[in-house]
């Protein structure tokens, strides 16, 4: 196997882990309180969170939770009816660096996050030094320049996929299951590229449970690994609480 097929695929398995971590820990742990993890395994997920992206749990979780609160409607930090699909899609990354300046806003949606000793120095205080880490590691795993292009690609992934594409297309286009007061839509039943986050509909029709699908063919791989987080007692799956619609 050369290296270029080597580098390809080790970009995607550890893109595929850190959208792992953004639906499972970010979203329906911190957000969404639809699931309990094992202290260890949320460290874990904060830790390769911190590598590859420089995120910080209380700014996402913040900005996630304004959206439920004024989703579609003046307020959302990131609605396509409100700044156009393609600003969604391509800037979507940059709408959400501007929420989350709005400190008073991160406070208030951000309750419950994490503020222990490595939240406070490590994690939000030195998030350059996470995805600085990261391009280390990859140049010493790869030539140059393959593992800054490996770099490029884990650096790029969620602000496209997750701040982009979902957001945006998740407003935009696709099917829905249930007839939410917003523009939210499934666009694809086959969670695996994006864990299961493409079926935003089913999510925006009950956001405290853990579990997208709700067709039987539909494929939610954020929850086959809950699931599997649970057998192995790592998880604890909450019941689904109050259904918005």
């Known amino acids: 196997m050369n290296e270029i097929v080597r580098a390809l695929l080790f970009a995607l398995i550890t893109a595929h882990i850190t959208t792992?971590?953004?639906?499972?820990?970010?979203?329906?742990?911190?957000a969404h309180r639809a699931l309990k993890l094992h202290p260890f395994i949320s460290f874990l997920m904060r830790f390769w969170l911190w590598l590859g992206t420089g995120m910080v749990t209380k700014e996402w979780m913040?900005?996630?939770?304004?959206?439920?609160?004024?989703?579609?409607?003046?307020?959302d930090p990131h609605?396509?009816?409100l700044v156009g699909l393609a600003t969604v899609v391509f800037k979507g990354?940059?709408?959400?660096?501007?929420?989350?300046?709005?400190?008073?806003?991160?406070?208030?949606y951000g309750k419950g996050a994490p503020d222990d000793w490595f939240e406070r120095n490590v994690?939000?205080?030195?998030?350059r030094l996470g995805v600085l880490s990261t391009l280390a590691i990859d140049l010493l795993l790869f030539s140059f320049p393959v593992g800054l292009v490996v770099w490029g690609i884990q650096m790029v992934w969620i602000p496209f996929w997750a701040a982009g594409v979902v957001n945006?297309?998740?407003?935009?286009?696709g099917y829905r299951n249930f007839d939410s007061k917003d523009t939210s839509h499934n666009f694809s039943p086959f969670g695996i590229l994006l864990a299961g986050e493409e079926l935003h509909n089913n999510h925006h029709a009950d956001i405290t449970s853990a579990r997208f699908s709700r067709k039987w063919w539909e494929v939610d791989f954020g929850w086959l690994y809950i699931q599997s987080?649970?057998?192995?007692?790592?998880?604890k799956i909450e019941p689904a609480k109050v259904s918005l619609y």
């Open 79 to 81: 609605s396509p009816r």
């Open 229 to 235: 987080l649970s057998l192995l007692g790592l998880a």
């Open 62 to 75: 913040a900005c996630h939770r304004k959206h439920h609160s004024f989703v579609d409607a003046e307020g």
């Open 93 to 108: 990354v940059f709408l959400y660096t501007e929420a989350v300046k709005d400190k008073e806003m991160v406070e208030k």
């Open 20 to 30: 792992m971590c953004v639906t499972i820990y970010l979203h329906r742990t911190m």
């Open 123 to 127: 994690f939000s205080k030195r998030r």
């Open 168 to 173: 945006g297309v998740g407003h935009a286009w």
